[in-house]
């Protein structure tokens, strides 16, 4: 079965600090896409960034970047200068390419504290 | 804001009772999912359509069904709803093109079901 674990169920911040959300899979698959979303209490699912799992270069979007792992199958979050704005549900998710369906993790509560 | 929109947001019922959460992709995509998020509960996946037919099912009840129509909005059918039907229900899009980073999936705002 094809799972993600969010191992750290909430997390706080200092503004304008670094932190890092951890996330690990297990997969058999070889050819697969991992994402983080992001839910403010708005609760609406935001895309914050993507990686491809057949490239070794961690992908970065701006504050937030990746630590792709692939022979640990894991898949870390960080956040630099983190924002009031950040404060929100985080989760990790994954998907192959050859079944469709995002498999999520159960998040991360992050909180931003000024 | 992610180009799916689902309507309506907010939908108050009764037990017993059936109701539709209906969903348009974003302008190309083909592909759409249905999820499921109870409170502070992961998101469950429901499922999945592509270009008029289904292409998965998750875990989806016998009780629910869905589908997509030729101009590709698709409709989530919610029927002999029980209390513990209330969740916020995500529709996602896709281009559907397996292999390629455009199976990235979008989001809609999620329509906030509440069974009394």
Not at chain 1, 64 to 79: E, G, T, Y
Not at chain 2, 26 to 45: A, E, K
Not at chain 2, 50 to 68: P, T, V
Request: include cysteine.
């Amino acid at each position: 079965a094809q799972t993600v674990t969010q191992s750290q169920p909430e997390m706080s911040v200092q503004e304008a600090e670094t932190v890092t959300l951890s996330c690990t899979y297990d997969t058999s698959e070889n050819n697969y896409y991992l994402f983080w979303y992001k839910q403010p209490p708005s609760r609406q699912m935001i895309l914050v960034i993507r990686q491809e799992a057949y490239k070794q270069q961690n992908a970065t979007e701006n504050r937030f970047s990746v630590n792709f792992q692939k022979a640990a199958k894991s898949f870390s979050l960080k956040i630099s200068d983190s924002q009031l704005g950040d404060t929100a549900m985080y989760f990790c998710a994954f998907i192959t390419i050859k079944n469709t369906p995002l498999v999520f993790g159960k998040g991360t509560r992050l909180s931003v504290i000024a | 804001d992610s180009g799916v929109t689902q309507t309506p947001k907010h939908l108050i019922t009764a037990t017993g009772q059936r109701v539709t959460l209906r969903c348009s992709p974003r302008s190309g995509d083909l592909s759409v999912y249905w999820y499921q998020q109870s409170l502070d509960q992961g998101l469950q996946f429901l499922i999945q359509y592509y270009n008029g037919e289904e292409r998965a099912k998750g875990n989806i009840l016998e009780r629910f069904s869905a589908q997509q129509f030729p101009d590709l909005h698709s409709e989530l059918n919610l029927s002999s709803l029980e209390l513990g039907d209330s969740a916020l229900y995500f529709c996602a899009s896709s281009a559907g093109l397996l292999g390629t980073k455009q199976e990235t999936q979008y989001f809609g705002p999620g329509t906030r079901l509440l069974v009394l």
